[in-house]
């Protein structure tokens, strides 16, 4: 929406065609292969944000496998809808 109303105005132009909008060229990437800084990223401390997610999705994946057959007081899942249901 913004970007249509910003080619109303004349603060964009609007595309020619199909290459304005997709690119099929594949970038070059031989300046960036292999320049990943290992050291660099250790004393930031990224280590310790991937091994915090890594553990909480652990945990959490563990909690859904828990529950994941919890029964009702009427034998039926917990995540059945049909008892919030006012019809009887």
């Given at each position: 929406?913004?970007?249509?109303?910003?080619?109303?105005?004349?603060?964009?132009?609007?595309?020619?065609?199909?290459?304005?909008?997709?690119s099929?060229?594949?970038p070059?990437?031989?300046?960036?292969?292999?320049q990943?800084?290992l050291?660099?990223?250790?004393?930031?401390?990224?280590i310790?944000?991937?091994?915090?997610f890594?553990?909480?999705?652990?945990?959490?994946?563990?909690?859904?496998?828990?529950?994941?057959?919890?029964?009702g007081?009427?034998g039926?899942?917990l995540?059945?809808?049909?008892?919030?249901?006012?019809?009887?």
């Amino acid at each position: 929406m913004t970007t249509i109303l910003a080619m109303i105005l004349g603060m964009t132009p609007a595309p020619k065609g199909i290459t304005d909008i997709v690119s099929t060229s594949l970038p070059h990437m031989g300046e960036t292969f292999g320049q990943l800084d290992l050291a660099g990223a250790w004393h930031y401390g990224l280590i310790s944000i991937i091994f915090t997610f890594t553990v909480v999705e652990l945990f959490d994946n563990m909690g859904t496998f828990d529950r994941s057959d919890d029964k009702g007081k009427d034998g039926a899942p917990l995540t059945d809808t049909s008892r919030t249901s006012t019809r009887h």
